[in-house]
C-alpha cells in the first residue's frame, strides 16, 4: 500500500506558477513511476504527466508541455509538479498517483491521493 497526500494548490492569477507536491508514504517509493493527472468540472480526468522510477524519463501531455515540470526526490519520497504560465484552462482538480508501468491512462495506475484544486484566473 502506497498513501499519497498531494498540497501546493491554490488560486493564481493567469501567467503564475505553483509548485504541486505529493508525499508518499508506505512501500518504496522508489519502485512506483509517478503521475499527475487532473479533473476539471465536468470533464474526464485527463493525464498531466508521468516521470520513471528513476527520475530519468519524463512524459507531458500536449497541452502542457514546455510549462510544466514534474521531478522526484526518492530520498524525500516527493513527486512534484512545477507549473508555469498558468493558464484559465489549467483549472482543476490535480491529482498524483502511482503505479508500476509509466502510462497516459488512469487505469494503469494503482495508489492515487485526494487531490489538490488549482484555480487559475485570467
Known amino acids: 500500500q502506497v498513501q499519497l497526500v498531494e498540497s501546493g494548490g491554490g488560486l493564481v492569477q493567469a501567467g503564475g506558477s505553483l509548485r504541486l507536491s505529493c508525499a508518499a508514504s508506505g512501500r518504496t517509493f522508489s519502485v512506483y513511476v509517478m503521475g499527475w493527472f487532473r479533473q476539471a468540472p465536468g470533464k474526464e480526468r485527463e493525464f498531466v504527466a508521468a516521470?520513471?522510477?528513476?527520475?530519468?524519463?519524463?512524459y507531458y501531455a500536449d497541452s502542457v508541455k514546455g510549462r510544466f515540470t514534474i521531478s522526484r526526490d526518492n530520498a524525500e519520497n516527493t513527486v512534484y509538479l512545477q507549473m508555469y504560465s498558468l493558464k484559465p484552462e489549467d483549472t482543476a482538480v490535480y491529482y498524483c498517483a502511482a503505479g508500476l508501468q509509466i502510462a497516459g491512462t488512469s487505469g494503469a495506475y494503482d495508489y492515487w491521493g485526494q487531490g489538490t484544486q488549482v484555480t487559475v484566473s485570467s
Open positions: 516521470i520513471s522510477r528513476s527520475g530519468g524519463d519524463t
